[in-house]
Nanobody, 129 residues
Framework: QVQLGESGGGLVQAGGSLRLSCSAS????????ISWFRQAPGKEREFVAG????????AYADSVKGRFTISRDNAKKTVSLQMNSLKPEDTAVYYC??????????????????????WGQGTQVTVSS
């Protein structure tokens, strides 16, 4: 499996932008689909965005579609989440995660946190109104 760590969270005003990064260690990073999830206080962890191991396919939750963009650089072992037009309801701890299985089809992404095999420690994003 891979080890993951997030960075880039912080406090931003509504309408602002943040870029989260997920850095990985391990030689097989490029074999795993990666997803971002978030968890707000008192709520369940929810899917935000996902990307296939090849980077050819992406998926977004309806609540962030058109505002967030996920991308990956397998050579640098990083996955980024560009978040624009942030809203107070985007406030949460954001986690990146790797699928529990490597070498899925090049277009496969995943949305269920139960399919994750590795998690980062999370990074706090707070959007003020």
């Amino acid at each position: 499996q891979v080890q993951l760590g997030e960075s880039g969270g912080g406090l931003v005003q509504a309408g602002g932008s943040l870029r989260l990064s997920c850095s990985a260690s391990g030689r097989t990073f490029s074999s795993y689909p990666i997803s971002w999830f978030r968890q707000a206080p008192g709520k369940e962890r929810e899917f935000v965005a996902g990307i296939s191991w090849s980077g050819s396919s992406t998926a977004y939750a309806d609540s962030v579609k058109g505002r967030f963009t996920i991308s990956r650089d397998n050579a640098k072992k990083t996955v980024s989440l560009q978040m624009n037009s942030l809203k107070p309801e985007d406030t949460a701890v954001y986690y990146c995660a790797a699928h529990r299985r490597p070498n899925l089809s090049r277009s496969s992404y995943y949305t269920d946190p139960a399919d994750s095999g590795s998690w980062g420690q999370g990074t706090q994003v707070t959007v003020s109104s």
